[in-house]
Protein backbone atom coordinates (compact mmCIF):
# COMPACT_ATOMS: atom_id res chain seq x y z
CA UNK A 1 0.00 0.00 0.00
CA UNK A 2 1.49 3.62 -1.13
CA UNK A 3 0.15 6.59 0.86
CA UNK A 4 0.43 10.02 -0.58
CA UNK A 5 -0.09 12.86 2.06
CA UNK A 6 -0.04 16.35 0.51
CA UNK A 7 -2.07 19.95 1.62
CA UNK A 8 -1.50 22.44 4.78
CA UNK A 9 -1.60 21.64 8.36
CA UNK A 10 -3.62 24.39 9.49
CA UNK A 11 -6.06 24.29 6.87
CA UNK A 12 -6.81 20.39 7.53
CA UNK A 13 -6.87 21.39 11.18
CA UNK A 14 -9.12 24.11 10.43
CA UNK A 15 -11.34 21.69 8.32
CA UNK A 16 -11.51 19.38 11.77
CA UNK A 17 -12.18 22.10 13.77
CA UNK A 18 -14.78 23.90 11.88
CA UNK A 19 -16.09 20.91 9.77
CA UNK A 20 -18.16 22.14 7.10
CA UNK A 21 -18.18 25.62 7.60
CA UNK A 22 -14.28 26.15 6.61
CA UNK A 23 -15.93 25.27 2.83
CA UNK A 24 -18.25 27.64 3.25
CA UNK A 25 -15.71 30.29 4.17
CA UNK A 26 -13.61 29.89 1.93
CA UNK A 27 -16.02 30.23 -1.11
CA UNK A 28 -16.99 33.24 0.61
CA UNK A 29 -13.35 34.67 0.80
CA UNK A 30 -12.77 33.06 -3.31
CA UNK A 31 -16.23 34.95 -4.54
CA UNK A 32 -15.53 38.31 -2.30
CA UNK A 33 -11.75 38.27 -3.87
CA UNK A 34 -13.31 37.97 -7.49
CA UNK A 35 -15.66 41.15 -7.02
CA UNK A 36 -13.02 42.85 -5.72
CA UNK A 37 -10.84 42.18 -8.30
CA UNK A 38 -13.42 43.80 -10.89
CA UNK A 39 -15.03 46.15 -8.75
CA UNK A 40 -11.32 47.61 -8.38
CA UNK A 41 -10.22 46.68 -12.19
CA UNK A 42 -13.39 48.63 -13.20
CA UNK A 43 -12.82 51.78 -10.86
CA UNK A 44 -9.25 51.58 -12.07
CA UNK A 45 -9.75 51.14 -16.03
CA UNK A 46 -9.86 54.64 -18.15
CA UNK A 47 -13.20 55.08 -19.17
CA UNK A 48 -13.63 56.34 -22.99
CA UNK A 49 -16.77 54.82 -24.17
CA UNK A 50 -16.89 52.40 -21.29
CA UNK A 51 -16.47 49.32 -23.13
CA UNK A 52 -13.10 48.38 -21.62
CA UNK A 53 -15.15 48.63 -17.62
CA UNK A 54 -17.91 46.61 -19.30
CA UNK A 55 -15.86 43.65 -20.44
CA UNK A 56 -14.55 42.25 -17.07
CA UNK A 57 -16.53 40.33 -15.67
CA UNK A 58 -16.84 37.72 -12.95
CA UNK A 59 -17.22 34.27 -13.51
CA UNK A 60 -18.12 31.49 -10.58
CA UNK A 61 -17.56 27.81 -10.90
CA UNK A 62 -16.96 24.84 -8.59
CA UNK A 63 -19.95 26.21 -6.74
CA UNK A 64 -18.07 28.81 -5.42
CA UNK A 65 -14.25 27.37 -5.07
CA UNK A 66 -13.06 29.11 -8.33
CA UNK A 67 -13.86 31.95 -9.44
CA UNK A 68 -12.09 33.65 -12.97
CA UNK A 69 -12.29 37.47 -13.81
CA UNK A 70 -11.80 38.04 -17.46
CA UNK A 71 -11.39 41.54 -19.33
CA UNK A 72 -12.35 40.99 -22.81
CA UNK A 73 -12.11 44.24 -24.85
CA UNK A 74 -9.78 43.61 -27.66
CA UNK A 75 -7.42 46.72 -26.72
CA UNK A 76 -7.13 45.74 -23.05
CA UNK A 77 -3.84 44.71 -22.82
CA UNK A 78 -2.83 48.06 -24.92
CA UNK A 79 -4.33 50.13 -22.09
CA UNK A 80 -2.64 47.92 -19.44
CA UNK A 81 0.99 48.23 -20.68
CA UNK A 82 0.94 50.98 -23.53
CA UNK A 83 2.11 51.10 -26.63
CA UNK A 84 4.77 52.13 -29.35
CA UNK A 85 7.85 54.17 -27.41
CA UNK A 86 5.17 54.11 -24.26
CA UNK A 87 5.01 50.51 -24.07
CA UNK A 88 6.57 49.03 -20.62
CA UNK A 89 9.22 47.31 -21.31
CA UNK A 90 10.57 49.68 -24.28
CA UNK A 91 9.24 46.52 -26.51
CA UNK A 92 6.83 48.72 -28.48
CA UNK A 93 7.25 49.88 -32.21
CA UNK A 94 9.90 52.79 -31.91
CA UNK A 95 8.50 54.95 -35.09
CA UNK A 96 5.38 56.78 -35.59
CA UNK A 97 2.70 55.31 -37.25
CA UNK A 98 -0.85 56.67 -39.24
CA UNK A 99 -4.06 55.15 -38.84
CA UNK A 100 -7.99 56.95 -39.55
CA UNK A 101 -10.00 57.56 -36.77
CA UNK A 102 -13.69 56.75 -36.98
CA UNK A 103 -14.69 58.70 -33.89
CA UNK A 104 -12.36 61.91 -35.16
CA UNK A 105 -13.10 61.17 -38.21
CA UNK A 106 -9.88 62.07 -39.85
CA UNK A 107 -6.53 60.33 -39.97
CA UNK A 108 -4.32 60.32 -36.70
CA UNK A 109 -0.28 60.20 -36.69
CA UNK A 110 0.93 58.80 -33.19
CA UNK A 111 4.50 57.18 -31.39
CA UNK A 112 2.24 55.37 -29.21
CA UNK A 113 -0.31 55.65 -25.71
CA UNK A 114 1.03 55.58 -22.43
CA UNK A 115 0.44 52.42 -20.15
CA UNK A 116 -2.47 53.10 -18.11
CA UNK A 117 -2.74 50.27 -15.55
CA UNK A 118 -5.61 48.85 -14.05
CA UNK A 119 -5.30 45.00 -14.13
CA UNK A 120 -2.40 44.07 -12.44
CA UNK A 121 -3.03 46.31 -9.46
CA UNK A 122 -6.43 45.35 -9.32
CA UNK A 123 -5.33 41.96 -9.41
CA UNK A 124 -2.60 42.92 -6.12
CA UNK A 125 -5.48 44.51 -4.26
CA UNK A 126 -7.02 40.75 -4.48
CA UNK A 127 -4.35 38.96 -3.91
CA UNK A 128 -3.73 40.91 -0.72
CA UNK A 129 -7.27 40.29 0.62
CA UNK A 130 -7.26 36.83 -0.32
CA UNK A 131 -4.40 36.37 2.02
CA UNK A 132 -5.13 37.89 4.45
CA UNK A 133 -9.05 36.04 4.83
CA UNK A 134 -7.27 32.68 4.64
CA UNK A 135 -4.97 33.47 6.91
CA UNK A 136 -7.79 34.92 9.53
CA UNK A 137 -9.76 31.07 8.58
CA UNK A 138 -7.06 28.78 8.78
CA UNK A 139 -5.33 30.68 12.31
Known amino acids: MVNI ?3 NRKL ?3 ARKFGEGVVEEAKRIVVETAYLIQSNARSLAP ?18 LTAVVTVSAHYA ?4 FGTG ?5 GD ?6 TYYSDKLGRFVTTRGMRAQPYWYPAIE ?3 RYYRTEMNRLVN
Open 5 to 7: RFG
Open 12 to 14: SRS
Open 47 to 64: SDDGNLRKSIEVEIRDGG
Open 77 to 80: IYVE
Open 85 to 89: IYAVN
Open 92 to 97: GRQTPW
Open 125 to 127: IGK
